[in-house]
């Protein structure tokens, strides 16, 4: 009598137990991830940064810049991977005379675009405990996009 008694509590615990580990490592987990795919759709194929309808690199993952035309995203030691591509307003900022000086293009209006730039970022963040950044990538393809003749070449099409 004891261990159907014994089972008898025993079973429903074992009922429970399955009902959890089907909710809590499968129906849960797939749902996040739906709602992941709706909301960030590219996420899966890198979020690549197109440019005249061609994907020129990742939005996610700064470009190693040689071109004095551009900016530059943040040294590796400033970075712990090396390839983030957001950087302070201020190092934005200094780096407005180099591309001034080598595309002729006014630093007031690369100012305006830099300023552009963090309000973009800021109103994704909702501007909610998160601080300002550049991103340079960002940054350096709408230059390319607003100066095609500055930047001919630069940008596949």
Known sequence: MQLKELLGHVRPLVVLLVIFTVLLMGAYPISLAAIDEVENPNA??????????????SKLIAENISSPKFFEPRNASASDSGVDPDITPSDAYG??????????IPAS?????????????????????APEYVDVNAL???LIQLYPGVYSGFCPG
């Open 44 to 57: 899966a194929i890198g979020s690549p940064m197109i440019c005249n309808g061609t994907a020129v690199g």
């Open 95 to 104: 780096q407005v005379p180099m591309v001034s000086n080598a595309t002729g």
């Open 109 to 129: 209006s690369l100012d305006y675009l830099i300023q552009e730039n963090i309000a973009h970022n800021d109103a994704a963040n909702f501007g909610v405990l």
């Open 140 to 142: 350096n393809l709408e």
